[in-house]
């Protein structure tokens, strides 16, 4: 167990629609990154938060967005849903930026959507 | 652009039968290269860093090995137990933030 919680485990959905994923970092951490992993595209770099600013921004579509929180959990928002955004979705956090021991990303167990 | 190619994409061992995985890398410059073993339906879980050349890290049946070009991970004797997709990242220099770039994965399967 990473310390990492994402929920829901599994979303069915339908095109056009929106949903919301939730994540938790491990205690203390402060940066929380987002990636899709799907069977043609591997794991993809979305978004990364650190302390609630936006840090880093990968191959995010227009009708996706994401923040994080006070508190420090992120959502991530996937609006106008089509049937190719069907995929795993990832959260990871990691301590702070910088500082080698710092760096390395802790996955949760994800989140499996289908839009059907 | 930076670039992860990782071989074979599949391998199929025998329980004992001792191998290597192959991680090749195109950044302009490695802040570090992780290793994440990932069962199916589930989380990457990492494995080990590595930060420059000539750096080995150990982990039970596990070695992963640094060079300027690429990486290894090898497997020691493995186990059924061992049977993942092990994915390899770069993190690269001048990156504002974390943005690890990932390589599709080794398939490995364990046969007992």
């Known amino acids: 167990d990473s310390g990492v919680t994402q929920t829901p485990k599994h979303l069915i959905t339908a095109t056009g629609q929106r949903v919301t994923l939730r994540c938790s970092p491990r205690?203390?951490?402060?940066?929380v990154y987002w990636y899709q992993q799907s069977l043609d595209q591997g794991l993809q770099f979305l978004i990364q938060y650190y302390n609630g600013e936006e840090r880093a921004k990968g191959n995010i579509l227009e009708r996706f967005s994401a923040q994080q929180f006070p508190d420090l959990h992120s959502e991530l928002n996937l609006s106008s849903l089509e049937l190719g955004d069907s995929a795993l979705y990832f959260c990871?956090?990691?301590?702070?930026?910088?500082?080698?021991?710092?760096?390395?990303?802790?996955f949760g167990p994800g989140t499996r959507l289908l839009v059907l | 652009e930076d670039q992860v190619t990782q071989s074979p994409e599949a391998l199929r061992l025998q329980e004992g039968e001792s191998s290597s995985l192959n991680c090749s890398y195109t950044?302009?410059?490695?802040?570090?290269l992780f290793w994440y073993r990932q069962d199916p339906g589930k989380g990457p879980e990492f494995l080990f860093t590595l930060y420059s050349a000539g750096e080995e890290k150990e982990k039970e049946r596990l070695k992963a090995t640094l060079t300027k070009k690429e990486s290894f991970l090898h497997i020691t004797a493995p186990k059924p137990e061992d049977s993942a997709t092990y994915l390899c990242?770069?993190?690269?220099?001048?990156?504002?933030?974390?943005?690890?770039?990932f390589g599709g994965g080794t398939r490995l399967m364990v046969k007992p």
């Open positions: 990242a770069v993190l690269p220099e001048g990156n504002a933030g974390n943005m690890l770039t």
């Open positions: 950044v302009s410059g490695l802040r570090g």
């Open positions: 205690s203390g951490d402060l940066s």
């Open positions: 990871a956090s990691s301590s702070r930026l910088g500082g080698r021991s710092q760096e390395t990303q802790y």
